[in-house]
């Protein structure tokens, strides 16, 4: 007799999902409303982060990508490399395409990638979510530069867990994809060229918006969970994970600060797994192409537990 067992599963997640935010959401109004002054400047301070760390480094890759995305190489390149990502990552080679663009750019240029080809019938609904995984990575300008150089000062740390990131991200997009098959869809000979100009650079202002509200309302939230963890007096690892879970660039920067094979791994699952701003972040995008939400999240955890593994192994293995 066979039985079905993922109505239940989405039967038990989505109460608890519910439930879970209708009672976050009061408690974050509230907080709000009691200490205005303190939660006001926390949003401050996510719009300056926002505008320092991710607003220079995000909109020009927003704009060349898109732009990129429109010119006759990143068509040839589709078809060339289609073969290749079809056999090992199930997907076609816009998709492929759309996933090295996240590698050079970062989470927001790599699903705002994956949302514009779908919507021109340049990759199929079935490979979106392998798509969106695989196209799920932050870049090195923020791991080796921010993480390594600044956070941990160390580069060549940036440049480990940009690896564990990487091999995270690969391991299990490849277990996505095995025994599918994309076939090669029929591509432009070229896009619009410069025509695209303002409606690329309109699509990426709007796109880093988005961003810098999420980075700003979860720096925020962070702070409140901050502020209620407090009494507790966790241990500061515990605390760290916890606000990276909200906003990960928060808790890598105190992870970081003593960076040990633990903290280091620790660090790669939050890149990896993104935390809620990032996958927030991604989701405005990402929506738009019918993925379910909860399967995201589920291999986004998966990638996050497989690069912590390897940056621990490989931390432990160079004597950090």
Excluded at 136 to 147: E, I, K, Q, R, Y
Excluded at 169 to 197: D, F, H, Q, V
Aim: aromatic share 8%.
């Amino acid at each position: 007799m066979k039985i079905n067992v993922k109505p239940r599963i989405k039967c038990s997640l989505q109460p608890l999902a519910t439930a879970l935010f209708s009672a976050c959401v009061p408690a974050a109004f509230f907080a709000f409303l009691l200490r205005p002054a303190r939660y006001m400047q926390c949003v401050s301070d996510g719009v300056s982060l926002w505008a320092v760390s991710v607003l220079p480094a995000a909109l020009p890759f927003l704009v060349l990508t898109g732009l990129l995305a429109e010119t006759p190489l990143f068509f040839r390149l589709a078809r060339a490399a289609a073969p290749l990502f079809s056999r090992l990552f199930g997907i076609s080679g816009a998709g492929g395409c759309a996933a090295l663009l996240s590698v050079l750019s970062g989470y927001p240029a790599g699903a705002k990638a994956v949302e514009r080809l779908y919507a021109r019938g340049q990759i199929a609904r079935e490979e979106c979510l392998r798509c969106a995984c695989l196209a799920s990575t932050s870049g090195p300008a923020f791991l080796v530069g921010v993480a390594g150089a600044a956070m941990a000062g160390s580069a060549v740390l940036g440049w480990l867990l940009f690896f564990s990131h990487v091999v995270g991200i690969l391991g299990i997009s490849l277990l996505l994809g095995r025994g599918k098959r994309m076939p090669c869809a029929a591509l432009p000979a070229a896009g619009r060229g410069a025509a695209a100009l303002p409606e690329t650079l309109a699509s990426a202002v709007l796109s880093v918006l988005t961003v810098g509200g999420a980075v700003a309302v979860f720096y925020a939230f962070g702070c409140i969970l901050g502020d209620a963890l407090a009494p507790l007096a966790l241990p500061e690892g515990i605390s760290a994970v916890l606000a990276g879970l909200l906003e990960m660039t928060a808790g890598c920067a105190r992870l970081l600060a003593s960076p040990t094979p633990l903290a280091l791994a620790l660090a790669a699952f939050l890149v990896t797994f993104g935390g809620l701003c990032v996958l927030v972040q991604q989701w405005s995008f990402l929506a738009k192409t019918g993925i379910p939400f909860g399967k995201f999240v589920l291999v986004k955890l998966a990638q996050g537990l497989l690069a912590a593994i390897v940056c621990f192994a490989l931390a432990c293995a160079c004597g950090v």
